[in-house]
């Protein structure tokens, strides 16, 4: 199974920028869907954006137009640009991904994201 390792987060102020980053153990080109949840305290976990493997991406709609998901295949890696951040952002990002017919999705540990002044 693959493993995947998220870095990226951070403590950020409102209005601010981050870039999350999601690498990948093997290819990246032939997942069936990757993208990044979140979970924030008290909250259950929720899709932030995903992408498939024709490169169709689907994002929640408290982020479209803030944020952007892109992949670099030869690096393997995942990322989130997260613009024009909000406190309501705050939570623990988690990149998944699965593969065509696969029963499980791999998960990464997470990686916080903070947006407070």
């Known amino acids: 199974q693959v493993q995947l390792v998220e870095s990226g987060g951070g403590l950020v102020q409102p209005g601010g920028s981050l870039r999350l980053s999601c690498a990948a153990s093997e290819s990246i080109v032939s997942f069936y869907s990757m993208g990044w949840y979140r979970q924030a305290p008290g909250n259950q976990r929720a899709l932030v954006a995903s992408?498939?493997?024709?490169?169709?991406?689907n994002y929640a709609d408290s982020v479209k137009g803030r944020f952007t998901l892109s992949r670099d295949n030869a690096k393997n890696t995942l990322y989130l640009q997260m613009n024009s951040l909000k406190p309501e952002d705050t939570a623990v990002y988690y990149c998944?991904?699965?593969?065509?017919?696969?029963?499980?999705?791999?998960w990464g540990q997470g990686t916080q994201v903070t947006v407070s002044s």
């Open positions: 998944y991904a699965k593969r065509f017919l696969a029963s499980f999705s791999s």
């Open positions: 992408i498939n493997s024709a490169g169709a991406t």
